[in-house]
């Protein structure tokens, strides 16, 4: 068995007692709670079986609406906007930050099923860049390469060695790499953003899964606090992170690419499972995401959507269920 260390960054805070670092096995980050299971022989299993929803999917024509324009760049409240999938703007105290932006096809190939609401020349004066691991749908080389372009005093701030493949696109990047329950260096003291722990994995090609961390972030802003969950299962996360945090305002779940179990059960949520992590967490308003831009599942691309309105609907959300539409300016 291959000796197991424990790794972060040792110039940053570790807000959990007795919180060794992360487990790292073979050059491979692990969770101390689930092991990885997205094999091979899932995948094959996936592709083999019958979609059952293959005539409700083939039929969805439903659609994320998007509002075209970048109005929500050049007003000055705090505000969120959803650029579709994982992908948020959000101005907080006069920070600008983008959190994992993707603003085309998935590596170029992938297609997209909601436009951007405004032209990714717009994005300028970005303070930071929040990325929650390094799969190709929330990391994306050419958007970054993109945003730093445009934006070269802007720091990116993720997950351990994240920053530096994305140093590997971006000349004189400047980044800080996180583990789990560690809080960022930031120079602003109204502003406090730490990387917290999620069950997923993380990678590029077959070869190097999990030799990039992955993860959520807590966002503090004088007392608003925001909540990116990234890519999860359901787990045991959400319930610790609620009492670390224990007010949480706003937290973005996602809600798609959850079909079939047997392949998508340990890595995202369902609209069922998204609510039972907003409860677990306590938190007041929940905003859905990870779903309607890109089809990376055998649910049909409306079905979160619907799902949350019904649950909406039966009173089975302990709080106020925020749907946004694409560029839709979400003021706090």
Same mark, same amino acid.
């Given at each position: ?171 004189? !990047?400047?980044?800080? %790499? ?7 260096? +930031? =120079? ?6 730490? /990387? $917290? ?79 039972q992590i907003f409860h677990d967490l306590k938190a007041k308003t929940f905003v859905p995401m990870h779903y309607g831009t890109f089809d990376l599942a055998d649910e049909p691309l409306g079905e979160p959507y619907r799902v !949350?309105?019904?649950? %909406? ?7 106020? +269920? =925020? ?6 300016? /979400? $003021?706090?």
């Amino acid at each position: 068995m291959a000796e197991i260390k424990h790794i972060n960054n040792p110039e940053l805070k570790t807000i959990l007692p007795d919180w060794k670092g992360n487990p790292v096995g073979s050059g491979r980050f692990i969770d101390p709670h689930k092991r990885f299971g997205g094999t091979f022989k899932k995948f094959l299993q996936w592709k083999s079986n019958k979609n059952e929803k293959a005539e409700a999917k083939k039929n969805d024509k439903w659609r994320l609406t998007v509002r075209k324009g970048n109005e929500f760049l050049k007003q000055e409240s705090d505000c969120i906007v959803w650029l579709g999938h994982a992908s948020f703007f959000l101005q907080l105290k006069g920070k600008r930050i983008l959190i994992d932006p993707v603003f085309g096809r998935i590596s170029g190939i992938v297609p997209r099923y909601s436009e951007l609401p405004c032209a990714v020349e717009d994005f300028t004066n970005i303070d930071y860049v929040l990325l929650s691991h390094a799969h190709r749908d929330h990391c994306d080389k050419t958007s970054l390469r993109k945003i730093f372009a445009q934006n070269k005093s802007a720091t990116l701030l993720t997950s351990l060695n994240t920053g530096k493949l994305v140093s590997g696109w971006v000349d004189e !990047l400047r980044f800080q %790499e996180a583990g789990w329950y560690q809080q960022f260096d +930031l =120079k602003e003291e109204n502003l406090r953003i730490t /990387f $917290l722990p999620t069950q997923h994995w993380s990678n590029r090609y077959m070869h190097d899964i999990n030799r990039t961390l992955y993860g959520s972030f807590m966002i503090e802003a004088d007392g608003l606090n925001i909540f990116f969950n990234g890519d999860s299962g359901y787990c045991s996360y959400p319930k610790q992170i609620g009492e670390l945090f224990p007010n949480i305002d706003i937290a973005m779940i996602g809600v798609g690419a959850y079909h079939p179990p047997v392949m998508m059960k340990d890595v995202h949520t369902n609209p069922y499972e998204a609510v039972q992590i907003f409860h677990d967490l306590k938190a007041k308003t929940f905003v859905p995401m990870h779903y309607g831009t890109f089809d990376l599942a055998d649910e049909p691309l409306g079905e979160p959507y619907r799902v !949350l309105k019904q649950l %909406e609907e039966e009173k089975k959300i302990n709080g106020e +269920l =925020k749907l946004l539409e694409v560029g839709e300016i /979400f $003021l706090l």
